[in-house]
């Protein structure tokens, strides 16, 4: 007995319903695990089961095993269609539909998807950016981006990069160097940033700031031959030859 709660939940779901839910998760398993056969057995098994709601979740995978077989890796979309009819609320199924309706830039039908979906889910809000940087929205595609740089979600780095981007697509140069300056300071070891705004300040023209990240690289991994051979050009260009000895 497990009290109350689950004594409500208890009712309303029945034993095959709560058999097809645990093979639903040994499937997630096996395909983790890489081991098909297995997942191919239980999708099987669960399929027999009978028509429930969570019938759905078991044809999803049935879908996904078949396109890994054929070398698809992608479930088509009237399959995901078909899946989300009989259990709108399986959620991979759903972030795989609204991935696919964002790609192919059907944007209403994308953005009536994503409102199925949990909205303060991660999957949704990174989504929900992509959709206003479709729509030309940038200051929309920040809002967001914000939200899920300030929910404590991991990356810090490579989300203030997506802002540095919106801002550039706008021709704010100086809010992307604000932002990817804030990137190095929050998240010093996702090395991609110094790249960036290392050729930024190139481009910008503004060689002693470029060097200045140069450094700071440097001193983050400071056993990288390519960014070595860039620096040491940099100082010879910038007239510091004792320095590109060094």
């Known amino acids: 007995h497990m009290g109350d709660t689950f004594d409500d939940y208890a009712k309303d779901i029945s034993l095959t319903e709560m058999f097809q839910i645990d093979m639903t998760n040994l499937i997630q398993e096996y395909i983790k695990k890489e081991d098909m056969d297995s997942a191919r057995r239980i999708v099987d098994g669960g399929l027999s089961l009978g028509d429930t709601w969570v019938k759905g979740n078991i044809i999803f995978y049935k879908h996904m095993l078949d396109a890994i077989a054929s070398s698809q890796y992608e479930v088509l979309e009237e399959q995901l269609v078909d899946v989300l009819t009989k259990n709108p609320d399986m959620f991979p199924a759903r972030v795989m539909y609204c991935e696919q309706l964002l790609q192919q830039s059907r944007l209403n039908e994308a953005e009536k998807c994503l409102d199925e979906m949990p909205q303060d889910s991660i999957q949704r809000l990174f989504m929900g950016a992509e959709l206003a940087n479709r729509r030309g929205d ?3 595609e920040r809002e967001i981006l914000r939200k899920i740089y300030t929910s ?3 990356g810090k780095g490579m989300m203030l990069q997506h802002i540095a981007s919106s801002y ?5 140069t100086g809010k992307a160097i604000e932002s990817l300056e804030l990137a190095i300071t929050e998240d010093p070891d996702e090395l991609s940033t110094y790249d960036i705004l290392f050729n930024l300040y190139l481009n910008q ?4 700031k470029a060097i200045e990240v140069f450094r700071r690289f440097t001193s983050a991994s400071p056993f990288n031959l390519d960014t070595m051979s860039i620096g040491i050009n940099l100082y010879a260009d910038s007239g510091r030859k004792d320095e590109a000895e060094q």
Do not use: M
């Open 138 to 140: 940038y200051e929309g």
């Open 152 to 154: 404590g979600a991991e």
């Open 168 to 172: 550039l697509k706008e021709g704010k």
């Open 205 to 208: 023209g503004q060689k002693e």
